[in-house]
């Protein structure tokens, strides 16, 4: 009796019905260790952490002289100030700046004198061309999160963070078995009869392309035997099995037969042209895909059949268009002389696609491992306003900007965490932070530029936090404050105490270093309180005009020795073993717009502050105070 099909199923529910079976069987990724140097096109299995800051010296960022800053105070073009050999010390980029030294003035600025003094007719201020300890990466900080693609830019970051080795998903292996008596190996001379057998070479591209690792075998001829062997022994050896031809009802397509004693079927036949005799079924964990033997048909049902599959090992989706318009959301400069390629984030954002510039230091690897797309400013523009609309070359995928929940505003690194715990909910979905101090973040939601803001805000008259600027920047209201955490602020000291500070008056000692938030955060906010409270004058501190962008960044700088104090959250000092002196425990929520509020990305980021995972992950880092973390503390 002539074989029949057993099912024509239409293609989603043969897609539905197959990729359930296989997550139900346990179709999953394993685990293995790599070296970093050859983890490029892998994806990470877990999040990876810095183990070191990068860089971890004070660094020279331009060829020249460094010396102590106030050495060269008064110079003018008029009245130029003259160094001894011994007020300066020669150094090339990416040199140690010599101790007792803050500042690197460029060699195309110094006047070199014959007997090796140099003649100076400009200042030089505290820090300039100086790279601080943790500008690119700070020790302890996240790199990548669970499941994400390790770029060469990452491969860079991790090697610089002193990570050398990384946990990564195991690749699928998927075994391709050619079979038919016509089927010959290519050749520059076929007798009639013969057909090249190609489509196994076709199928390994598209395979490794998405991330597995094809494995053929030799052709097998049209036996029902030594179809059922070959089957058998790549499913011994491979995660996913290709029966390729042989898969319809003619007189030698014995695919079927051969598959159904090996496993169990899911459908035979799919409503789709080309590619209707396809094959899906299983073995336990292990997937069997008869794939028709014209190559159009199998290149049809693995791209609709197999790469979902392959998505679900490695958590992944989707191909990338490659250029979208966006808006925005801070100005950029760029000289005339040069074509400029600036790293942005991007999100879409009520409607808009929103592209966030990234650090644009050439030292600034990880930037362009965190990059989303490229803004290119042609030779001769000067740069673009905030809220121009410009075109960005796209580094992922288009369709993730829509299931991207893009936070501007305060640091904390509770933020990499909880876009850990959302990437790992649910892989299509992704975070992308931006720090720039809770001003910042409450201007972002107010032009509507970000979904949330992370703000920590001190109203002086009544000690309260963030409701009073909500009021004054909202005052039709429209948004939401979600209780996040309670988290403790204090003086970050180096381990030991050695300079004995036990208040905020012992900061302007002579010959104390402080190393400060950027203006518009809240803990700059809360330390100018403080000092105004108690009567100390900020000019007093030495390095109150130094900033920092994140805590993590101004603990390093403490770890490292290049400042003796610097105000921060508990779970930074905690990380990098510095002393702490508690100064407050304060309110770090989260301010989230209407328009935002009930999207399927804010109620997933609710659930997981919610969560005993978040609840955990803070334990860990310490220094937080969780009582009611992802509900509404009042409307607006």
């Known amino acids: 009796m002539a074989f029949e099909y057993l099912t024509t199923m239409p293609?989603?529910?043969?897609?539905?019905?197959?990729?359930?079976?296989?997550?139900?069987?346990?179709?999953?990724?394993?685990?293995?260790?790599?070296?970093?140097?050859?983890?490029?096109?892998?994806?990470t299995a877990r999040a990876v952490y810095a183990h070191i800051s990068a860089p971890h010296y004070l660094a020279s960022a331009m060829d020249g002289i460094a010396l102590k800053s106030s050495l060269s105070f008064g110079a003018t073009e008029t009245t130029p100030v003259l160094l001894d050999p011994k007020d300066y010390t020669i150094v090339d980029t990416g040199d140690p700046v010599p101790d007792g030294c803050d500042a690197v003035i460029m060699v195309e600025d110094v006047i070199f004198q014959p007997d090796r003094s140099v003649k100076l007719y400009a200042p030089?201020?505290?820090?300039?061309?100086?790279?601080?300890?943790?500008?690119?990466?700070?020790?302890?900080?996240?790199?990548?999160?669970?499941?994400?693609?390790?770029?060469?830019?990452?491969?860079?970051?991790?090697?610089?963070?002193?990570?050398?080795?990384?946990?990564?998903?195991?690749?699928?292996?998927?075994?391709?078995?050619?079979?038919?008596?016509?089927?010959?190996?290519?050749?520059?001379?076929?007798?009639?009869?013969?057909?090249?057998?190609?489509?196994?070479?076709?199928?390994?591209?598209?395979?490794?392309?998405?991330?597995?690792?094809?494995?053929?075998?030799?052709?097998?001829?049209?036996?029902?035997?030594?179809?059922?062997?070959?089957?058998?022994?790549?499913?011994?050896?491979?995660?996913?099995?290709?029966?390729?031809?042989?898969?319809?009802?003619?007189?030698?397509?014995?695919?079927?037969?051969?598959?159904?004693?090996?496993?169990?079927?899911l459908c035979h036949g799919i409503a789709i042209r080309p590619g209707k005799p396809a094959i899906l079924a299983h073995r336990k964990d292990k997937a069997i895909l008869g794939v028709p033997g014209y190559p159009v048909s199998g290149i049809l049902v693995l791209s609709k059949l197999l790469k979902p599959l392959l998505e679900i090992w490695n958590h992944t989706a989707g191909e990338i268009p490659e250029r979208c318009r966006a808006v925005l959301t801070r100005s950029v400069v760029s000289g005339l002389k040069y074509q400029e390629y600036v790293r942005v984030r991007l999100g879409k954002v009520g409607g808009k696609t929103v592209a966030s510039p990234l650090g644009r230091g050439a030292g600034v690897v990880s930037s362009f491992m965190k990059a989303d797309g490229i803004l290119t400013i042609p030779q001769g523009k000067e740069g673009y306003e905030a809220g121009e609309e410009i075109e960005v070359e796209l580094l992922r995928e288009a369709r993730a900007l829509e299931h991207t929940l893009v936070v501007i505003g305060s640091h904390d690194p509770l933020l990499d965490e909880c876009a850990d715990l959302l990437h790992k909910a649910s892989p299509s979905l992704f975070m992308s932070s931006t720090?720039?101090?809770?001003?910042?973040?409450?201007?972002?939601?107010?032009?509507?530029?970000?979904?949330?803001?992370?703000?920590?805000?001190?109203?002086?008259?009544?000690?309260?936090?963030?409701?009073s600027f909500i009021r004054k920047y909202f005052p039709k209201g429209g948004v939401s404050l979600v209780e996040c955490v309670g988290r403790t602020q204090g003086l970050m000291l180096p381990s030991g105490n050695p300079l004995h500070i036990h208040s905020l008056e012992d900061l302007s000692r002579e010959g104390l270093r402080y190393v400060n938030r950027q203006k518009?955060?809240?803990t700059r906010i809360l330390i100018d309180y403080l000092?105004?409270?108690?009567?100390?004058?900020?000019?007093?501190?030495?390095?109150?005009?130094?900033?920092?962008?994140?805590?993590?960044?101004?603990?390093?700088?403490?770890?490292?020795?290049?400042?003796?104090?610097?105000?921060?959250?508990?779970?930074?000092?905690?990380?990098?073993?510095?002393?702490?002196?508690?100064?407050?425990?304060?309110?770090?929520?989260?301010?989230?717009?209407?328009?935002?509020?009930?999207?399927?990305?804010?109620?997933?980021?609710?659930?997981?502050?919610?969560?005993?995972?978040?609840?955990?992950?803070?334990?860990?880092?310490?220094?937080?105070?969780?009582?009611?973390?992802?509900?509404?503390r009042e409307r607006f």
């Open 531 to 632: 000092c105004r409270e108690k009567g100390l004058d900020p000019a007093r501190i030495y390095g109150y005009d130094r900033e920092e962008f994140t805590h993590t960044a101004v603990a390093a700088q403490i770890a490292a020795g290049t400042a003796d104090a610097g105000m921060g959250i508990y779970s930074a000092a905690r990380l990098y073993g510095l002393d702490f002196l508690p100064v407050c425990m304060e309110q770090y929520d989260l301010l989230i717009p209407d328009s935002a509020f009930d999207s399927p990305m804010v109620r997933l980021l609710l659930e997981i502050l919610k969560s005993e995972s978040f609840r955990k992950r803070m334990e860990t880092l310490g220094g937080y105070h969780l009582e009611h973390p992802g509900t509404v």
């Open 435 to 467: 720090h720039v101090g809770s001003m910042g973040g409450i201007m972002a939601v107010r032009r509507g530029e970000a979904h949330a803001a992370g703000i920590h805000l001190l109203n002086e008259a009544d000690g309260s936090y963030n409701t």
């Open 11 to 43: 293609i989603e529910k043969a897609k539905e019905s197959f990729l359930e079976t296989m997550r139900r069987e346990g179709f999953s990724a394993g685990s293995e260790t790599v070296p970093v140097a050859e983890a490029c096109g892998r994806k």
């Open 520 to 522: 518009g955060s809240g």
């Open 124 to 265: 030089a201020v505290p820090w300039q061309h100086v790279r601080q300890i943790g500008e690119d990466i700070c020790a302890g900080e996240m790199i990548l999160p669970s499941f994400m693609d390790i770029t060469p830019a990452a491969v860079g970051a991790m090697l610089a963070a002193g990570v050398l080795s990384v946990d990564v998903l195991t690749r699928p292996v998927v075994g391709i078995i050619p079979t038919g008596d016509e089927i010959v190996a290519p050749a520059d001379s076929l007798k009639d009869g013969d057909i090249p057998e190609f489509n196994s070479s076709i199928f390994s591209a598209m395979l490794r392309e998405w991330g597995a690792e094809p494995r053929t075998y030799p052709i097998v001829p049209d036996k029902p035997e030594d179809i059922r062997s070959a089957l058998e022994k790549a499913l011994s050896e491979c995660d996913i099995v290709l029966l390729n031809a042989g898969s319809s009802a003619g007189r030698e397509d014995y695919s079927a037969k051969a598959i159904e004693e090996a496993g169990i079927i």
